[in-house]
């Protein structure tokens, strides 16, 4: 982003389609309050927002979970009249339900007569991240098309929330659906439970059935239940040998 900015900052007249460019790019890598600094640029040009403008506007407000200030693009969207554009609708669902207001973005997502997936995981990540983990479940079961972050997204929610028997059982109901998993979610339920055998089988498995490679957050369960269960030096000899002998240093914590 320093060198786009140079270019930007060289540029005698820039058009809107820079201006927006710029301002998609900021709300994406950040600083984020840069997009809005363009913003204004723009507007003190005499340069009118568009869809394109907006949209990263509010993307930005939901990385610094600013309400205040998405209430004012929310307010900039209607005085324009682009609140009926899809991406529009989806960036202010995502202010909402980032920030916790889930009210307001079930406005907004009841007045949409086409909701993709994106949307739906949207409005089960706000209610489960303000704990309302029924009602983000009542949305799952609703949904007619889910995608695996849905099912890795209300798997983590029960996880996090203790209902483990209900996360297992969806983490089977996902597989019987024919979706590939990333066994994130579900080795964080085993941790919660205490069920470690459960855990080493789930760990092999993404192996042998799935052809899954283990990451970072995979071992990190593995060594989370480990520290759990007292199996100290089962859990170091598990960090020494991970990833051909490199590990991150948050993996001795659970130690």
């Known amino acids: 982003m320093a060198y786009a900015n140079r270019i930007f900052k060289q540029t005698q007249n820039p058009t809107i389609i820079l201006f927006n460019a710029m301002i998609k790019g900021y709300s994406l890598n950040g600083p984020f309050e840069e997009s809005f600094h363009l913003f204004s ?18 993307k930005a407000c939901s990385s610094l979970g600013v309400l205040q200030l998405g209430k004012c693009i929310h307010k900039e969207v209607l005085v324009v009249g682009f609140e ?23 406005k907004v997502f009841d007045e949409m007569y086409q909701r993709d997936v994106i949307v739906w995981n949207l409005m089960i990540c706000g209610f489960c991240k303000r704990g309302d983990v029924d009602m983000g479940l009542c949305l799952f079961r609703q949904m007619r098309k889910r995608s695996v972050v849905s099912w890795d997204i209300m798997i983590s929610c029960l996880a996090q929330s203790r209902r483990d028997s209900e996360a297992l059982g969806l983490f089977h109901d996902m597989l019987e659906w024919g979706f590939k998993p990333d066994e994130v979610g579900v080795l964080s339920c085993c941790a919660h439970a205490g069920l470690f055998e459960r855990r080493r089988e789930l760990l092999s498995s993404m192996v042998e059935h799935h052809q899954i490679e283990p990451k970072l957050e995979h071992y990190g369960c593995m060594v989370d239940l480990l520290g759990r269960s007292g199996c100290v030096r089962e859990a170091y000899d598990l960090i020494r040998s991970m990833l051909g002998g490199t590990s991150n240093a948050a993996l001795w914590v659970p130690c």
């Open 84 to 106: 009926g554009f899809s991406s529009i609708r989806i960036g202010v669902i995502e202010l909402y339900s980032s920030c916790g207001v889930m009210e307001d973005a079930e």
């Open 41 to 58: 640029s723009m507007k003190n040009r005499g340069i009118w927002p568009d869809e394109y403008t907006l949209v990263p506007l509010l």
